[in-house]
């Protein structure tokens, strides 16, 4: 799985322990999946008490690096030891990559169908060749009032 540099030093950041203590960690986790899959997530999420004691760059940049790594797994459908394996790669520990996995399996369902919905292709304009043709008629039943009007107007 190819993820950019960005997002990679995001990945190792949320490894640490020294950055991230277990709960910081979960709450994290649980955070990134919560901001894809609800709609009504805002940035609250972040805001748990918890969470407070790590500086918000950081904390932005580790939270926007869980949920592309997520959303990157669920476009690629990773399975347990895809996912198992890019942890490893980032030095996360086995209890981490355990709960990763765990709550990757527990939102799979709903990723799917969230990247489902969004669509393959490019996002483009349907059906509005009907306002062009309301204005075409419109323009041309003005350029008839008018030519109406001018051939009143000579002849007076």
Request: proline share 3%.
């Amino acid at each position: 799985m190819e993820l950019s540099e960005f997002v990679q030093k995001g990945f190792q950041l949320l490894a640490d322990p020294g950055s991230f203590d277990p709960n910081a960690f979960t709450l994290l986790l649980r955070a990134a999946f919560q901001s894809l899959l609800d709609a009504q997530a805002d940035e609250a999420v972040l805001d748990h008490p918890d969470l407070k004691r790590i500086d918000p760059v950081v904390l932005k940049h580790c939270h926007a690096a869980a949920a592309t790594y997520i959303l990157e797994a669920g476009k690629q459908r990773a399975d347990k030891s895809t996912l198992s394996t890019y942890l490893e790669d980032c030095k996360f520990d086995r209890e981490r990559i355990e709960l990763f996995c765990t709550e990757y399996q527990n939102n799979k369902n709903s990723l799917e169908i969230l990247l489902g919905s969004i669509g393959r292709s490019l996002p483009h304009i349907i059906d509005v060749s009907w306002r062009l043709e309301y204005q075409i008629k419109d323009l041309v039943g003005k350029l008839k009032d008018a030519s109406k009007s001018l051939e009143r107007a000579t002849q007076l």
